[in-house]
């Protein structure tokens, strides 16, 4: 059992002669067998929930018996050493070749771009181009680089709030309203001014799955230039949506096919289907990303251009992403996403129809979707209520206020990922009808404490 301080295992699996006691947060004087290892740190591991029922996380959670292998098999793998392990390097180039060409880039063999530990490094990465290329332009102009500011909507993920904070970029965010759900070039010219990097586009906002539209994004900011002379880039953050769109959505107009769309990226470990560890971004060409942002690493006797904030990191998610190109290809990857936005389609068309909701988005985008409690249904219960009912039944389906300047909207959201079968829908479904049924059936309000926990998307 073990105290508050010190863990124990189970006498059963502990070898002959051993007794260990060992404290939880300090370094244990002595060594134990590995198999007593193992278990305590498997059964530790167990009480996570489950994540085949996390219906809040984007992130892959599942995948086939080869990957598997291919993953213990290159566990060992650093993807900075380059010259030790030059094959996944050259893989890795491989990858983000089939993604420039995927994401429309005008020449795919001049784009250029890195895997990254997610879409959080990738935009960090984004936006650090966008400045140093501002940061130049100005330079030449003989102009000040003191002020630099980028133009989001209030609906970003929390990795461009840390980009802004971290380098010193003054973040401009247009507030979602009922009006105005998605940054859509609405009042654009007000936000920019000579100091502006770039507008951040997203495609699949993390609260709702909406795609912003990019065409329109970047219409705006054309008649902007047109007026005033500040051309602005734009970064598209296609954490989810850029390896959802191009196989279902293939007339969507929102990649390099739009001169604007300076850098694409996304999370291979989100709809690219790998595990958690590995994201891309991709420029549409040389220009887009300074030369002197690129460090140079050692490769086969030369030297190779890097661009990142890590150093080392898991080779093995770059061969799991290029294992899944190979496998699925374009109708694979279709096959899988069409799937989810199907069993998404049946979701939110069932949640759609109870008394109790009304949908904010449908799934048509990303397979995500979000719902609110309908105007005046009931004062006993709210959205938060129903998440704590559905988490003693294992689901995961987080309920959350939408960014300014929507705030007192609450909203619940699930996200369908491979995996997340028609029958687990069902069998959701039924939880979700039977909590709200107990629910509507209190006779006085829940009471709730002071304070909640809030939900980090
Ligand atoms: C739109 C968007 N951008 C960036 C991120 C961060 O991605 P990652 O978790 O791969 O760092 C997310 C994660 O949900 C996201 O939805």
Redo the contacts with the bound molecule.
Sequence with gaps: MGTRDTVRPNPATVAPGEDVEVPKNRLPDASMAAETAYRLVHDEAMLDGNARLNLAT??GTWMDDHANRLYVESADKNMIDKDEYPQTAEIENRCVSMLADLWNAPDPARAIGTST???????MLGGLALKRRWQHARREAGLSTDKPNLILSSA?????EKFCNYFEVEPRYVPVSDDHRLLDGHDLASYVDENTIGVVA?????YTGSYEPVQEIAAALDVIAHDTGHDVPIHV????GAMVAPFCRPDLVWDFGIERVASI?T?G??YGLVYPGV?WIVWRDLEALPEDLIFRVSYLGGDMPTFALNFSRPGAQVLMQYYLFLRLGFDGYREVQQTSLDVAAYLSEAIGQMDAFELWSDGTDIPVFAWRLRDGHTTNWTLYDLSDRLRMKGWLVPAYPLPDDLTDVVVQRIVVRNGFSRDLASALLDDLRAEVAYLDKLDGPIPHAAETTPFH?
């Design positions: 984007f992130v530990i997610g879409s959080s490094e990738a935009c970003v993920q929390v990795c461009w997203i495609m699949g906002v993390t953050d296609g954490a989810s990226n999370s470990h989100k994201g998307h």
